[in-house]
């Protein structure tokens, strides 16, 4: 496996989708239509480029050829919501202040209190102190 780019790589995507079918062609390649199901795309405009996500069926003896960036879900995992509502309950409220009040970048504009318990929050989930 390839070390992930810093960057997205963005692709020529083309979909021509209609009820019951859809071809997907990526920089020119077309996918084979009978193997595509489904496919997602999500943007954020300011944040990304899209996003495309396909799924596909692999029939008894065909192997599907090409580059993917791949993410694997585990449906039976917790759910996100879930997990972050645990780790906030566990925040000790006044470690959380004393923190973001000794915050360098804590300013002194409206919310800036807040702004650094959030950042607080990001740091301590990655591991940093």
């Known amino acids: 496996m390839t070390e992930q780019p ?3 790589q963005a692709h020529g995507v083309r979909i021509d989708s209609q009820f019951g079918h859809a071809t997907i062609v990526v920089d020119g390649a077309s996918l084979p239509a009978d193997q595509i199901t489904g496919y997602s795309l999500q943007h954020s405009i300011q944040d990304a480029i899209p996003t495309l996500l396909i799924h596909t069926r692999q029939p008894h003896g065909v192997a599907w050829q090409g580059l993917a960036r791949v993410a694997i879900a585990d ?12 780790y906030l309950a566990a925040v000790d409220p006044a470690a959380l202040e004393n923190a973001a009040l000794n915050r360098e970048d804590l300013g002194s504009e409206r919310f800036d209190l807040t702004r650094a318990m959030l950042r607080q929050l990001a740091d301590w989930v990655k591991g940093d102190q």
């Not at 039976?76 to 509502?85: K, L, N, R, T, Y």
């Open 75 to 86: 449906p039976q995992a917790a759910d996100p919501a879930d997990v972050i509502a645990e």
């Open 6 to 8: 810093e960057q997205p």
